[in-house]
């Protein structure tokens, strides 16, 4: 059973966060109106995918102290890129309304068993999971 670790984490340094947000999503809207969201960020990522269809890649086992997209379950955990998604700011970046380094999204595919230990009877060893992680959070397995 994987933890939390926001115990661990200490405050010193951080300082303290805005009262009022930074997010401006008429920003967003009007960059795009007519194309949609995560469509109005193609090709804008700073370099190509870094990673192809078929790779084996682990989700980075790293801390996280605000809001971020990538499932706490799949940290540490091996899966296969099926897809190369999208490019958009990260989830952690665009809440805090920095918006301009656009980077790319993969589909990955984790075997369920790798994830949690589930020795019920129904269980079934070709269980999958997909979720989809930004770049930033993935390296090779």
Not at 47 to 61: E, H, N, S, Y
């Amino acid at each position: 059973m994987r933890k939390s670790r926001h115990a661990e984490l200490k405050d010193e340094g951080l300082g303290k966060a805005s009262s009022s947000p930074m997010f401006n999503h008429l920003q967003v809207a009007e960059i795009a109106k007519g194309v949609g969201d995560p469509q109005c960020y193609r090709g804008k990522a700073s370099a190509p995918p870094r990673f192809k269809a078929g790779d084996r890649l682990r989700v980075k086992d790293q801390p996280d102290l605000f809001y971020n997209q990538t499932p706490g379950y799949l940290r540490g955990v091996a899966g296969t890129v099926t897809e190369i998604a999208y490019e958009s700011p990260a989830p952690e970046d665009e809440a805090w309304g920095h918006i301009d380094k656009v980077e790319w999204f993969y589909v990955l595919c984790f075997r369920q068993g790798d994830i949690w230990d589930d020795d019920s009877p129904d269980a079934n060893p070709n269980d999958t999971i997909q979720a989809q992680v930004s770049e930033r959070w993935l390296e090779p397995a």
